[in-house]
């Protein structure tokens, strides 16, 4: 089924896409799911090839870190946290650089810290980086640099996850829509692994207090970090900035795809563009 309001996503011209570590990984081994991530660079390849911008969030860095090295269990202390994401963004960006480059096109890393977006000056120069790789053709690939971001560490905070560096990377590039591909197909108003009667919105006009307290932060994977809670307050972020957002299921990449058909697919939540947005009050502050 499709709606007018969907059928204008073939119209978007910047688009950011974040796919977290579970959709990257197999489910019983935590190994990269190769065929997936193929079957994602075939799709932004296919973007590219509309003459669309395309920003990738990849997570999976830790989780390909901790394979590489025998670890079979999320770590429990920082510095294998940030041990195992030295290893694991060196191979995932190795995969994606290979990949990419069979549909010749161009991935370029960029990892961004919290400490980063704070400061006027370092967030001014990133900006212009994304807007010059973008002009240049190329597909900036974007993760957290977890070897040096943490809250532990003083003046270096971090996002959180991967949801909320998502959407402020879409605040900052300008994009007009941002999918977030995720475990679940989308909103509901309730965790659907835990209440079956849960029902599934499939269109948020207005994030209203109400919808914000819907969002719990839970996650039924061992190697995600970001639950609904996350998810929303992405969504805050995206939609104040001037963005649209749709979280779909990472399931099937393809999805990407239908979503820019105009397919009824995820839960679409629509652009409200707030005169005061500030991303540094957003970063600061709310979330």
């Known amino acids: 089924m499709r709606t007018e309001v969907r059928e204008k996503l073939k119209d ?88 990419f480059a069979e549909y010749n096109q161009v991935a370029a890393q960029v990892l961004l810290t919290k400490d980063t977006m704070i400061n006027d000056s370092s967030r001014y120069n990133a900006q212009n980086t994304f807007d010059e790789l973008l002009k240049l053709g190329a597909i900036p690939i974007v993760n957290e ?27 900052l590039i300008g994009a007009d829509l941002l999918i977030l591909l995720s475990d679940i197909d989308g909103l509901y108003s309730d965790d659907p692994r835990q209440n079956p009667k849960a029902r ?11 919808l914000m307290e819907m969002g719990k932060a839970t996650s039924g994977s061992d190697v ?14 995206a939609t104040d900035s001037g963005s649209d957002m749709v979280i779909a299921n990472g399931d099937d990449v393809e999805v990407v795809s239908q979503i820019m058909a105009g397919d009824n697919k995820g839960t679409l939540f629509l652009a409200h563009p707030n005169f005061d947005f500030d991303l540094m009050h957003y970063i600061n502050n709310e979330y």
């Open 145 to 171: 640099n977890d070897t040096v971001s943490t809250s532990e560490i003083p003046y270096v905070d971090n996002f959180g996850d991967n949801d909320r560096l998502s959407a402020i990377v879409a605040a």
């Open 12 to 99: 978007k011209q910047r688009i950011v896409i974040k796919i977290g570590s579970s959709s990257l990984t197999h489910t019983y081994t935590g190994d990269l799911n190769l065929m997936k991530i193929e079957k994602l660079v075939r799709v932004i390849s296919d973007l590219k090839g509309e003459g669309k911008s395309v920003v990738l969030v990849s997570s999976g860095a830790i989780a390909v870190g901790r394979q590489a090295l025998g670890h079979h269990t999320r770590p429990v202390t920082i510095s294998e946290k940030q041990a195992f994401a030295a290893v694991g963004q060196a191979r995932l960006m190795m995969v994606y650089q290979k990949l």
């Open 200 to 210: 599934f919105i499939s269109q948020v006009d207005e994030i209203t207090p109400e």
């Open 224 to 237: 995600g970090t970001g639950g609904m809670a996350a998810k929303l307050a992405a969504a805050r972020i």
